[in-house]
């Protein structure tokens, strides 16, 4: 016999009272159902709570902040519109670009910093700020697909059925799958490696241009809360090599011998904002749509925001005036980003490191360059 969960929600059918229990009983239904309780699903679930939606969010995780696969640096803009405790975030104000042959620019602006995070507790914080919002969280659920019933989709093997599905389930998502929408194709991949903190380090962003290395992106040495966090991110087709990485830039920070903590890694979605991210009832945010700054490839601030703009926009769609499907609404308010996708182009196709190190590219123009893409100012 299958027996609702009684926590959270209403259920779909009603009993009348003296009629025996229903062998079979119906699905508990809910406004939304989110999928993935990462930035993107806590932040959608979060704001359709607090516009009082009932909402459900699904994690396949078996608890928050269990397997982190991002460096997690929060830029300023992200910080501003989710505050983290301060215990859970380390400032970084200075951002130091290397070539391979360890010659650097430095960047710095007084009124722009970044965040390093303690991620799995950052995540962790987010839950709990989800769930006193009104939702209602579950791990260690897979979402499998979703079945039409009506105007309301039943999600297969959970007994749960919604008015509106929420994709925030990662770069490869399932929800996408299962609904036919476009999926990230132009992926890199990262790896990132743990240290204990690390004086040599001091409180700056390191970034390595190294074309052998990090083809197609960059590697990074970052001051972390109460760890170093040393990575790179290469194309999908290349190999992510940390110890040969770890290798080349020991000479600056003394790691070898050094004991690895913990390790990360996952892919990242560089193509842009999928075309086709939303459908009947349906719709994907943050990684799973694409929503990834294809220069810097930080989504997590993308991840929040249009998390948030989702929110609101299906509780408008679900109200009885029915705003816009919210998938609309996303699109009109997500950046072209038309000039980060031709620096993109440029960066995979020129030798940029190499044009540096020859001074064909003046350390001046390249210092405002890059304040462009680190800062979106020229510095
Ligand atoms: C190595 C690396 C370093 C990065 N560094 C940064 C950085 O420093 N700063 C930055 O801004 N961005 C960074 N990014 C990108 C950033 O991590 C992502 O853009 C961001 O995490 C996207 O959030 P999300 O909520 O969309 O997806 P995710 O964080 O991927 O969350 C998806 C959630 O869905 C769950 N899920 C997946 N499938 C299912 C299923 N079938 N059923 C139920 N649950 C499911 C997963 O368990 C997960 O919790 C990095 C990425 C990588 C790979």
Redesign the pocket.
Known sequence: MVRTRCHGGESAGTRRPGTPEPLVIEARSYDIAV???????LACARRAAERGLSVLV????REPGERI???????KEAWEEWAAPDELVRKVSRVRIHTSSHQFVELKRDDYFFLATDTAALLRHLVDETCAAGAEIRFG???AGATRNGTRLDLDGAGVSCRFLVG????RS?VAESFGLDRNVRLLK???WEYEAMDSVGDTLHCFIDPECAPGYIGWVVPGVGITQV?L?VHRSSKADVQKFVDRIDVLFGLSGRRVLGR?????PIGGLLRNFHGDRVML????AGM?SPLT?????K?YRFGRVAGDAIADHLDAAGGPHPGDVVRRAYPKQSWKRVARWSYDRLPVARALEAGLLTRGLFQKLAGKVFFDRFV
């Open positions: 999928i993935g309780a990462g930035f993107a699903g699904l994690d396949r995780k696969h991002t460096t997690g640096i929060l830029v659920e897979k979402y925030a389930d990662g770069a399932r990262g790896l990132e990575g991110a990360r890694g996952g892919v990242i945010i943050g990684d799973a990834v490839a930080g989504g997590i601030h991840a």
